[in-house]
């Protein structure tokens, strides 16, 4: 890079790059590129446009806050909570996948977990015990770039395909050269998605349920942007529209609802982990070997969600209960608060298409795609390493698309959730100048 007028100190940013440790700047993870935005924020006293990690940017909701220090005060701190979750907010998570997605599921069947983070976990250790040619998860890509950590912590196989080029009938064709070879155990997917914030329509949602039911492959259906497709208006309890899920397809699914995102409840780790209730009273052969119980959903409480943190803290147990509460009786219009996502995304992903930029996955097959959490940006022909490197100097940090299983085409991932209204005029200003060296 020749330019040295930058709006970011280009001595200080070059240095930091090179003091990171960081090798390749494409493959580098979300929190080695917090830390190298944080110290060069420190170093220049600037501040950036910081678009790399998917931190929720709301302030979280009083319902819930208060709920918790009240169960606080009544001492439940003291108190291990049930490992499958406290009896009434089991109830409020049946409901509001009744309310919200229009699946009956019994409460059994809802269980809290640290953060979906660990409902994947648990989930990945429970798909892997139970057919022994079955040892490999398949991701459609892109995704989050987590969970293929979780797997390769535990030593687990997975497959991937970038779904990009394979929307609407396309994808089952591709989905069965997979499936046909009998290894894969699991489908994982999020819908939205991230990165690319697709939305998968009810047509591909169909198909993936279906070939679940004739492959005999469990979906993980991870809805951790829930109700954020802010093109249909998913906010009123027991009304259609609903979020949309392959739950309406076939049996075999695992949902994971975060709460950190639709809720702005992240710090909080805890998530919903929603079972049909076909797949919760399975009994499989291998299962009753290693645990000496052949219950799918037995074992999944009593043997992995034990072994791994013996539950979920229980004051944010009472928080979600009541978020979720008052979502379902229509008292919390959770869904109004997380669209101011979408306006700034609608705003931001405007300034990059007007300063060269375009915008990587735009379409959900003919539809134009939502504004929401994240969106893709590609400029000229720089590769995503090269791109992300160079709007450093720039002040604006983003995530390479290298990392998320996108093989499409080069790229970043831009996270709208940290950047505020008063930043805009910083952002354009910085990418009209980007766009003026570079072109
Ligand atoms: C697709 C996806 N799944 C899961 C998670 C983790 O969710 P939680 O905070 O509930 O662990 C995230 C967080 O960014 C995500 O993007």
Redesign the pocket.
């Known amino acids: 890079m020749k330019l040295t007028k930058t709006p970011i100190n280009f001595n200080i940013v070059k240095s930091k790059i090179e003091k990171s440790g960081i090798k390749n700047i494409g493959t580098a993870s979300i929190r080695e590129l917090v830390s190298l935005v944080n110290e060069i924020q420190k170093a220049t006293g600037e501040k950036f446009i910081r678009m790399e990690?998917?931190?929720p940017g709301l302030t979280p909701p009083k319902i819930g806050m208060n709920a918790e220090i009240k169960a606080l005060k009544a001492g439940v701190a003291a108190k291990y909570p049930m490992i499958d979750g406290v009896s009434h907010l089991k109830d409020e998570i049946a409901l509001f996948v009744k309310n919200f997605l229009n699946i009956k599921v019994d409460r059994k069947s809802c269980i809290p977990?640290?953060?979906?983070?660990?409902?994947?976990f648990a989930t990945f250790l429970m798909v892997n015990k139970l057919h022994q040619k079955k040892d490999t998860v398949l991701f459609i890509d892109p995704?989050?770039p987590?969970?293929k950590q979780q797997l390769e912590v535990l030593n687990q196989k997975y497959e991937t395909f970038d779904v990009y080029n394979f929307r609407g009938d396309t994808l089952e064709e591709k989905l069965i050269s997979y499936l046909e070879k009998g290894n894969i155990n699991s489908i994982v997917y999020?819908n939205p998605?991230?990165?690319s914030w697709i939305c998968f329509t009810e047509k591909e949602l169909q198909i993936i349920g279906k070939l679940a039911t004739k492959y005999n492959v469990i979906v993980v259906e991870?809805l951790?942007?829930f109700a954020m497709d802010f093109r249909k208006d998913y906010s009123k309890p027991g009304q259609a529209p609903y979020q949309p899920t392959v739950a309406n397809y076939t049996d075999n699914w695992i949902l994971?609802i975060?709460?950190?995102?639709s809720f702005s409840?992240?710090g909080q780790?805890?998530?919903m982990m929603v079972i049909s209730n076909a797949l919760f009273n399975r009994k499989y052969e291998s299962l009753n070997a290693k645990f000496g119980n052949p219950l799918f959903g037995y074992n999944l409480i009593y043997k992995v969600l034990y072994s791994l943190s013996s539950g979920v803290t229980h004051s944010a147990q009472y928080g979600l209960a009541a978020m979720l509460k008052a979502a379902n009786s229509g008292e919390f219009d959770f869904v109004e608060i997380i669209k101011e996502y979408g306006k700034r995304a609608k705003i931001m992903k405007k300034l990059f298409v007007d300063n060269g930029f375009t915008i990587v996955y735009d379409k959900d097959e003919d539809k134009v795609l939502a504004d929401g959490?994240y969106f893709t940006i590609s400029y000229k022909n720089m590769t995503g390493s090269q791109l992300l490197e160079h709007l450093l100097y720039y002040g604006i940090s983003a995530i390479s698309l290298e990392i998320t299983g996108s093989y499409h085409t080069e790229g970043l991932r831009a996270c709208v959730s940290q950047t505020k209204p008063a930043q805009f005029k910083d952002l354009e200003n910085r990418l009209q100048q980007f766009n003026k060296d570079f072109s």
């Open positions: 990690m998917g931190v977990t640290v953060g979906s983070m660990q409902g994947a995704g989050f987590v969970q999020s998605n991230n990165p991870d951790a942007y994971l975060s709460s950190s995102k409840n992240a780790r805890i998530g959490f």
